[in-house]
Every structure is written in C-alpha cells, then in structure tokens.
C-alpha cells in the first residue's frame, strides 16, 4: 500500500502552540504510528509552511535545512527508509520496512534557477509540485482569479524534472498550468492529491478536461481526503463516503488505472490546522463551493489520520465489491506503474 501524499508530521496537542510549532524546523514525525498504518511507502510532502522563515513560505534555505534536518532524522530511525528508485519501495516491503518519498508541494523556492532541480534530486526529492495556491515563477496557482498556464520557465522546470527523473504534480496548480504540464511532460505526470470538481464545485477540486488529460498521457489522480474538500452533494458532512463519491465517480471517468488515494492526512487537528493557515492556502477562494449548504466538521470520519486511512479504504473497497486486481491497483500499484515511467 502507498498513500501518494500525506504529512505524518504530529500536531501540538494544544492548537495555541502552533504558531510556535510552524517557526520550529525541527518537526515531529509519527513513525510508530505511522508504521500501524501498515503502509510499504508513503508520499511525504512538505508544504513550505512548517519550518519557514516567512510566512508566505519556504526560501531556498529554509528548504535545504529542513531537507537536512529530515534525512538526518530518517537515517537514525529503525525501519524507515528513503526512497529514491521503485526497488527501494519493493525491497521495503520485502524487508518489512516503511519508505519515504521525499516531496514538496511547490517548486517555488528554486526562483529562477533550474539548476536547484538537480540539487534538489541529488538531496533525494522524487517528487514536486510545480505551483502551491499562489502563483510563482513557474506558472499559476489554483487561488489566482486570473489564469496565466505555465510559464516559459515553469515549461524549462518541466522538461529538467523529466530528464532528471522527478515526478511532476500538479495538485495546486491552476486549470491550464495543469493543462500546460501535462502536454509539456514527456512522461506521465500526477495529481496526488485532490478530487473531481464534478462532484464537488471548488476550485480545489480538478475539472473533468484535466482529469481526462491526466489519464490519456498515463498519469494518476490520489482521492484527497483532508478536511472540507471532497465533500459531495449526496454527503456535505464530509466523511469517507463522499471521499469515495470522489473515487467512484474518476474510476468511470479515468479508468481504474489512474487513481490511487492521497489522503494528505495528519497526526492532530486538522481543521483547526486549515484555519491557522488559511492565509497560506487560501482558504478563502479555493474551498468557496458557491452558495451551497456545507457541513463543518471537526474531522474526516473515516479517514482520520495516516495510520487509519488505507484499512477504511481497504474495508470500503472489498463491501462494495471490487476485485482483487483492482483493490492491488488502486492501492499501489498504478503508482508503481507510474514510478516505473518517471524515476531514472
């Protein structure tokens, strides 16, 4: 089992702290927990926020001295280990093993300088996201009211990351960066982590023309699961059902092949969490489903946390009928698959 993007970082346990905890470089990571969760590999993202020196996010520094600091810590833990080619995540799961692939969910902080790609690479990042919610050098965020695609820069970023061997996400970009990406992507590229605009209208969520082109180039969709973003029109109290609304309704528009799950889950509070960070993600624009009705909810039932989420999922696939070959793919395997075409 791999989830394709979560944060097994571990809250405060008082959310008063966690002003304080955000200026802390040094984050704490659920590993026993975590290794509950059964999971051969996870998708372990960094946001930019936690451990920056500014508020709008990481510079490159800030990046460097986490990326130390994590690898630092990784290597002194027994049973975790770092991915950085697909037999690392099989030996994993021979040896009974957890591995990380080391992310980030925006390329932001490289500026204008391409050559921090490689860098990044040889420091082990397998994956990045091109663009957070605002936009950056590279293209357009998802919160901008105007829609710029991908830059010239954004499209040299692109075309580094596929010679290099790093996986592509467009999870926060715009409608037409992800569009952009996609046709510029020699190989397949992800979104790790979002759901179908269709079944729930904001802007988090990906229209069906993307979705569509994702899965004609060979990539894969992981069904987001963090609070107050898959909900659906059938389960506005957002729980894994309107989650799985998400799954069902991808797996008839992209084909099975092409979706996995990336809960981008946490260890605490997670909705208070959204709202100590609102600014950053812009809550404000790209969580507006128009008018409608929602439910606030205090967490995802169901899909709770890092260590929960794939044996409800499991469960959940195996009630409602799905095959074994299905249920191996959805799980990891298309991911493998995918892997399989980018990493070098």
């Known amino acids: 089992m791999i989830s394709f993007h979560d944060h097994p970082q571990l809250l405060p346990a008082d959310m008063a702290d966690v002003d304080t905890y955000l200026r802390s470089r040094r984050e704490f990571t659920a590993y026993d927990e975590l290794r509950r969760s059964r999971l051969t590999a996870v998708f372990d993202n960094w946001f930019g926020v936690i451990g920056s020196t500014r508020r709008s996010g990481w510079r490159w520094e800030d990046l460097v001295t986490t990326l130390g600091l994590r690898l630092a810590d990784i290597a002194h833990q027994d049973g975790v280990v770092v991915a950085r080619h697909v037999s690392d995540i099989l030996d994993a799961k021979r040896d009974d093993n957890l591995a990380f692939v080391l992310g980030t969910e925006s390329a932001g902080m490289i500026d204008n300088d391409l050559d921090r790609l490689d860098v990044l690479y040889g420091f082990g990042i397998r994956q990045m996201g091109l663009v957070y919610s605002a936009s950056n050098s590279l293209g357009t965020g998802q919160r901008e009211q105007r829609d710029a695609g991908l830059t010239e820069l954004g499209r040299g970023a692109v075309r580094r990351m596929n010679a290099l061997g790093i996986l592509i996400d467009v999870s926060h970009a715009s409608d037409q960066t992800s569009l952009d990406a996609i046709e510029e992507s020699s190989v397949p590229v992800a979104i790790t982590h979002a759901g179908a605009r269709s079944v729930w209208p904001i802007r988090r969520m990906k229209p069906d023309n993307v979705l569509s082109a994702l899965a004609e180039r060979g990539g894969v969709l992981g069904i987001e699961a963090a609070p107050h973003t898959t909900l659906s029109h059938d389960h506005r109290a957002q729980s894994i059902e309107s989650v799985m609304d998400h799954f069902t309704y991808a797996v008839e528009l992209m084909g099975i092949d092409h979706v996995a799950f990336g809960p981008d ?65 959805v799980l990891g395997g298309n991911i493998l698959r995918l892997l399989g075409e980018v990493w070098r």
């Open 265 to 329: 889950t946490l260890y605490g509070d997670h909705a208070s969490f959204q709202v100590a960070i609102k600014d950053v993600i812009g809550s404000s624009t790209i969580f507006d489903p128009g008018g409608l009705d929602v439910d606030p909810v205090d967490h995802v039932d169901g899909l709770e946390n890092p260590t929960e989420n794939f044996a409800h999922i499991a469960e959940w696939l195996v009630t409602h009928g799905y095959s074994d070959a299905e249920i191996t793919a």
